[in-house]
Structure formats: structure tokens, C-alpha cells
């Protein structure tokens, strides 16, 4: 009798310990109404910053812009742009939105190593150096949501370290930089300059292999995983660093006083995949980017049927193109510009790598697809395990890391951030126009 007890405590024990047994999820439920939309079509939406009045900044990359909307997404003014009508120029296609001290919010060049203040009516007031030179691009890059902690620190992800060897593009010996596994997450007082790393994430790694012809060229090629596990995190309104672990998908935090702790696994319902699903999944995700073209926008990976494309250039995922570089090792014979000297010139090619490197189980989500809202809830796009119709769905964290609902937004739209007041927004792609919608999150 005993034995039979012991056998089967050890059995459900087993059973609960694995992956394909679930917890109980909550049901889906749909967003609540879109109450408003914008009037004025843009490209793309980086990133979006609500103000307590209701208006919206919204940066626009692709446009060299950002524009204020007011609180009915009707009527909007021009902050900065790329010519000289404003008199704040946007420097290159790269720049940042950052929510700073009350409605004033500051605007990254990397370009120029600044940072410009923009007040709450939209005015560009002092500039403003970055607070190291060598992270300006990820701060004005999108990677992560730069947010301030309340206290004067700044928190956002440090750029990578590259080792770079060899003598010059030219060299025989010439060895490519391989992009590490891992980055920091640091928090820097702007004041003092001090730098404090708070916790590391893990991160997509891109393997770059090189080939040489007969004629001396040289090709740079990346390959990526489409499916990879990574670790995602934002910062709470009272200054907590969330890191959302994409491995068993459980919650780290980081308070504002340096104390940390870690929440148990959040329920999932995860997908194991058999050798034919990831040659299936490959190829989808071959099919998909050969669909959309070479210079297609951001996939969503991780659909029943492979992939989709994201809404908007919001937080996207997965496969972007990959890159072909030709490096010459000096112009073709007999010199000139014709044709010929255009071999050396950039191209952008897919390239992925073997389906037997993909994960066994199907990650939870991407990397990007983790939102603070403004009551200090968490939003996880999580990557579908199961044929659902309609849009994405999210996974509701509180802030003490526990799933609380699952929400689903319309099809064709990305959240694109939060307001006072329970609004949510979106973006809506139609065709080669975005569009802001501002919705209620019940």
C-alpha cells in the first residue's frame, strides 16, 4: 500500500513538474472600445508618450518627426521634424522618445550625443548631453523602454561590447564581431554620471559568418534564430525594474532601493516541438519574409500558421531581414562608376539557422513585447500555442508578477503605449499608413 502511495505522489509529482502541464489560465477577454482615432496617417510609430492633459507625442521615425496630438487624436502640431519650418531639427532616422520629470519628456539624437527637453506644450527647451556616448544609440534606438526611476536614475539597456580583430575589412585575417548572448540593464544618475548594473538579460544572439571569393571580396552574412528564448523587462511607475524570464517565464524584480526577489512561474500553456514542426516552422517563416519582400517591416513570429506581420512597427520580433554585406577589396578593374562597381554595394538576404537549433518548447513571447500600463500592471504579447482568432493576446502581470487576465486587442493593431485613466494605444496598419487609436483597456 505504501509503495502504490509513494508511485503515485512520484507520478503527479512528475507530472505537475512538467512543462506540458499547465495551470489554470484565465479566460480572454476582449480590449474595451476605441474612443478615438487619428486623423492624421503616419509611416511608422516608435514610440508614443500620453501626457496628464490627454495629448499624445507620438515619434515617427521613418518621417523625421514628432508631432503632438491632442487628446481627441483630431488636431496635432508639429515639435520637430526635419526641416528648418520648426526650428528643432530631427536629426537622423534614429531618435528617441523618453517620458522625463512630470509632462516634460526628452528627445535622443544619437546623432549629435544630445538630448533635447520638450515641455508639456511641446516646446523645446534646454539640450542637454547623453549620459555616455557609447550607449546613445540604445537609447535613442528603441531597444527597451528607457524609463526614469523617480529618483534622478535613468534605467535602459547598455550597448553591447564588440570585439573587433583583425587588421581591416581588406585582411585575409579579418574575423567578424559575434554579437554576445546577454546585455546589461544599468541604471545611471544623471547627475553624477554614476552607473550601476542592475541585472542582465538574455538576448537574440546573431552568428556572422564570413566567405572570401577569388577577386578578394568578402561577405558578411548573419544568421539568426526566428524562435529564440530571450528576457524582456520595462519599469514600473514607482521605479521597479520587471524582467520577464523567457526560459520558464517567472518574474525578477528589482525595487527602486536595490532589493530583488523572484516570483514564481507564470502559468503557460507550452508547445513542444517535434523535429517535423520546426522544419515546418522554418519554412513558414521562409515563406512568410519571401511574401512580404526584402525590405518588408518587422515580423511577428509564433502563429499556428507561422507568422504574421506586427501592426504598425510597434514592439516587434523575431526574424527581421538579415544582412549581406560585399566588402571589395578594392574598386573593379579599370576603375569608373558603372554598373560593375555596384557589386559591392549592400544587399539584404534571409538567413536562418538550422531547424535543429530551435527551441524544444515554443517560447512564451519575443523581445519587445513586454509594457508597463500606468497602474503599474505588465503586458506580455505572448507567442500563440494554439489556433485563436482575432488579434494578439497579452498576459496581465500585477506588479508582484502574477497573471491576472488575458487581454486580446483587435487584429491588425500593436500597442503602442499607456494613459492616465485606463486608455490604451494602438496603432492600426492599413496598407503603407499607421494610424493612433486611443482605446479603454475595459
Not at 115 to 133: E, F, L, Q, Y
Not at 222 to 240: A, F, R
Not at 333 to 353: D, I, L, S, W, Y
Not at 366 to 382: C, I, K, L, P, Q
Request: glycine share 12%; hydrophobic share 40%.
Amino acid at each position: 500500500m505504501k509503495t502504490s502511495v509513494c508511485l503515485t505522489s512520484c507520478a503527479l509529482f512528475a507530472l505537475a513538474a512538467s512543462p506540458a502541464f499547465a495551470q489554470q489560465r484565465p479566460p480572454i477577454r476582449p480590449l474595451g472600445a476605441v474612443v478615438a482615432r487619428s486623423a492624421e496617417p503616419m509611416s511608422n510609430v516608435a514610440a508614443v508618450r500620453a501626457l496628464s492633459s490627454g495629448r499624445v507625442l507620438v515619434n515617427e521615425p521613418q518621417k523625421r518627426r514628432v508631432i503632438l496630438f491632442d487628446s481627441e487624436l483630431k488636431t496635432f502640431a508639429i515639435v520637430a521634424d526635419s526641416t528648418a519650418a520648426t526650428g528643432n531639427a530631427y536629426g537622423g532616422r534614429i531618435a528617441g522618445l523618453i517620458a522625463y520629470r512630470g509632462d516634460s519628456s526628452l528627445f535622443v539624437d544619437p546623432q549629435s550625443l544630445s538630448m533635447m527637453v520638450i515641455d508639456p506644450a511641446g516646446k523645446i527647451g534646454r539640450v542637454m548631453s547623453v549620459p555616455r556616448s557609447e550607449d546613445a544609440g540604445m537609447l535613442g534606438g528603441g531597444f527597451g523602454g528607457a524609463s526614469f526611476d523617480g529618483k534622478g536614475g535613468l534605467i535602459y539597456r547598455a550597448a553591447p561590447r564588440f570585439n573587433f580583430r583583425g587588421a581591416g575589412p581588406a585582411s585575409r585575417d579579418f574575423v567578424p564581431p559575434q554579437q554576445p548572448d546577454s546585455a546589461a540593464i544599468v541604471r545611471i544618475d544623471l547627475a553624477t554620471r554614476k552607473v550601476d548594473t542592475l541585472t542582465y538579460i538574455k538576448t537574440p544572439k546573431i552568428k556572422m559568418d564570413v566567405t572570401r571569393d577569388a577577386n578578394g571580396g568578402m561577405t558578411m552574412m548573419s544568421q539568426v534564430n526566428p524562435l529564440p528564448i530571450v528576457d524582456d523587462w520595462t519599469v514600473l511607475p514607482d521605479g521597479s525594474l520587471f524582467i520577464v524570464r523567457g526560459r520558464d517565464y517567472h518574474v525578477d524584480l528589482v525595487a527602486s532601493d536595490g532589493t530583488k526577489s523572484s516570483v514564481a512561474k507564470i502559468p503557460f500553456d507550452w508547445q513542444r516541438l517535434t523535429d517535423e514542426d520546426k522544419i515546418a516552422f522554418i519554412d513558414s517563416v521562409k515563406a512568410a519574409r519571401a511574401r512580404l519582400g526584402p525590405n518588408a517591416p518587422g515580423v511577428q513570429l509564433g502563429g499556428p500558421g507561422g507568422a504574421g506581420a506586427a501592426a504598425g512597427g510597434g514592439a516587434g520580433g523575431g526574424g527581421g531581414p538579415q544582412i549581406m554585406m560585399r566588402i571589395e577589396a578594392g574598386p573593379p578593374a579599370g576603375g569608373g562608376a558603372g554598373p560593375e562597381r555596384r557589386q559591392g554595394a549592400p544587399q539584404m538576404q534571409m538567413n536562418f539557422v538550422p531547424p535543429t537549433e530551435l527551441p524544444d518548447y515554443k517560447p512564451a513571447f519575443f523581445a519587445g513585447s513586454v509594457r508597463a500600463d500606468t497602474e503599474g500592471n505588465v503586458w506580455v504579447r505572448t507567442i500563440p500555442t494554439t489556433a485563436t482568432p482575432g488579434g494578439p493576446v497579452f498576459d496581465v502581470l500585477n506588479k508582484k508578477g502574477e497573471l491576472v487576465e488575458r487581454v486580446q486587442i483587435p487584429a491588425g493593431r500593436a500597442i503602442a503605449g499607456f494613459g492616465a485613466g485606463g486608455i490604451v494605444y494602438l496603432t492600426a496598419r492599413e496598407n503603407d499608413k499607421v494610424f493612433l487609436e486611443a482605446a479603454k483597456i475595459r
